[in-house]
């Protein structure tokens, strides 16, 4: 198999342009690095291209995945460390960067029966996004509706944070409030707003079957989301003095407690 040596490769190149969020949307493709976040993208059928370094395979595990991406990928690549490099994000990459496609979806075909959707309303840690999205996979949560303004959930950090909740769940990108909220009008779902203050505490909140969960920006709370539109708000009690919480921590704890 010949080797990739050069990082102006001709695939190389236009992989790398995927760090960049136009490219991104433009081609409806995105970039994963690692063992695990290549794992969870095999088991989901998204890879369209492999990356990977030759010390990659010295594991069982991942000589394993990469026998079974050699046989499911069309574009598969053997690369020098440094053109490995100029793929990644990370200080020290795992040996292996795949280029994963979007599942795009219209929010009309969206339509889940029950369970909860969380609207991301201005969040801008791509790691907080990864995180919500990585917990509500893990609750058996619906799907993420990020409303403009909201951090780019294929993010190179906002995809490790996921940990393959990317793959797994419907992802709806630059939403307006107004089209979100006529959403869950037409679905049945009650809007939630997680507030600071105010409203119902979380562990009095009797929890409909169909929750838009909204969560706010990191520091300045809910930007879009209207607040006489929603249907109910919620809010987490801190001990005396604590001033907030961190935005995924709070979304983890409204989730779940969602969910029962």
């Not at 794992?39 to 492999?50: D, F, I, L, R």
């Not at 006529?182 to 009095?204: C, M, N």
């Not at 809010?235 to 604590?242: H, R």
Request: hydrophobic share 40%.
């Amino acid at each position: 198999m010949e080797i990739i040596t050069s990082a102006q490769n001709q695939w190389v190149a236009e992989a790398r342009k995927l760090q960049q969020k136009k490219f991104r949307e433009e081609r409806g493709l995105f970039l994963a690095e690692g063992l695990r976040l290549a794992e969870e993208a095999a088991k989901a059928g998204s890879v369209q291209e492999v990356y990977y370094h030759e010390t990659f395979g010295d594991t069982d595990r991942g000589a394993e995945l990469l026998k079974a991406l050699s046989a499911e990928t069309r574009r598969f690549f053997q690369v020098t460390a440094k053109v490995l490099n100029s793929l990644a994000e990370t200080e020290t990459p795992q040996g292996i960067v795949c280029v994963c496609g979007q599942r795009r979806l219209s929010i009309r075909d969206f339509a889940p029966e029950r369970g909860v959707v969380v609207l991301a309303d201005g969040i801008q840690d791509p790691g907080n996004l990864g995180s919500v999205l990585r917990t509500l996979w893990a609750a058996g949560g619906s799907g993420l509706i990020c409303l403009a303004g909201t951090t780019d959930p294929f993010n190179g950090k906002c995809v490790r944070a996921s940990m393959g909740g990317i793959y797994r769940l419907p992802v709806f990108t630059d939403m307006t409030w107004s089209g979100a909220a006529r959403w869950a009008l037409d679905h049945g779902y009650t809007t939630v707003a997680a507030e600071a203050g105010g409203g119902v505490d979380y562990r009095q909140m009797k929890w409909p079957d169909k929750t838009l969960l909204c969560i706010g920006n990191e520091a300045r709370g809910l930007l879009s989301v209207v607040a006489e539109e929603v249907g109910e708000r919620v809010f987490i009690p801190l001990a005396e003095e604590a001033e907030s919480l961190n935005a995924a921590v709070a979304a983890g704890i409204l989730i779940f407690s969602s969910m029962n």
